[in-house]
């Protein structure tokens, strides 16, 4: 993805926790977005950080460091249906256009 | 819930066929985007359209057009389709606060 940087894999057990990282440029950026694509499937949203810090939803938090271009995706108490990949995504200028990362492809494993 | 539907789940098509691929959504969103994703590659911009008749290159717009007539409808054409223009294409609307909302994709083969 365009000036996104995020692991290409990672494998976790069930049950346990995860931890996504993702930087990306920080020129131009209003908002840090994570997108889960299951195999074959259009991406759905997760999260959106516009201010520093964690946002808690459930078993994920998303957590922004706007003066490091940083952020990380966590997933708690892992399960099976989590397998799938995530996707870093930041805003780019006008019109809500998004740039895209090439996406961290999580399984999971009993 | 915003739905946004595209025409075809899956399309095979010979290479120089013109190909169309449509989207529709249904919650009078200004902005319409059509992505591609490849392997590795993450989702690229091909076009965007921010109103009516309007439309913006994005990042690979080489060997498309597009068209957007009505609010609700943006076309994705591939005027002479070539085998590297296999690929998932996803349609993609949003409103003012950046909610993307995905079509399921048309996952297209040029043999």
């Known amino acids: 993805g365009q000036n996104i940087d995020q692991p290409t894999e990672m494998t976790a057990t069930e049950g346990a926790i995860v931890q996504i990282n993702c930087t990306y440029q920080t020129s131009g950026f209003n908002g840090l977005f994570w997108y889960q694509q299951h195999a074959g499937e259009a991406p759905t949203f997760l999260s959106y950080n516009v201010l520093d810090g964690l946002e808690e939803k459930g078993r994920f938090s998303s957590f922004l460091s706007r003066s490091k271009g940083y952020s990380y995706l966590l997933l708690k108490e892992l399960q099976m249906k989590d397998s799938a990949s995530y996707l870093c995504v930041r805003t780019s200028g006008g019109y809500n256009k998004l740039i895209f990362g090439a996406g961290t492809r999580l399984a999971v494993h009993p | 819930d915003v739905k946004v539907t595209q025409s075809s789940r899956y399309l095979v098509k010979r290479t120089g066929e013109k190909v169309f691929l449509e989207c529709v959504q249904d919650m009078d969103h200004e902005n319409m985007f059509w992505y591609r994703q490849d392997p590795g590659l993450g989702l690229r911009l091909i076009y965007f359209s921010y109103d009516v008749k309007m439309k913006e290159k994005g990042d690979i717009p080489e060997g498309y057009s597009v068209s957007r007539e009505k609010k609700e409808r943006f076309s994705l054409i591939l005027e002479s389709a070539s085998t590297n223009q296999t690929s998932m294409y996803l349609c993609?609307?949003?409103?003012?606060?950046?909610?993307?909302?995905f079509g399921s994709g048309t996952r297209l083969t040029v043999v």
């Open positions: 993609a609307s949003t409103g003012p606060n950046y909610g993307y909302t």
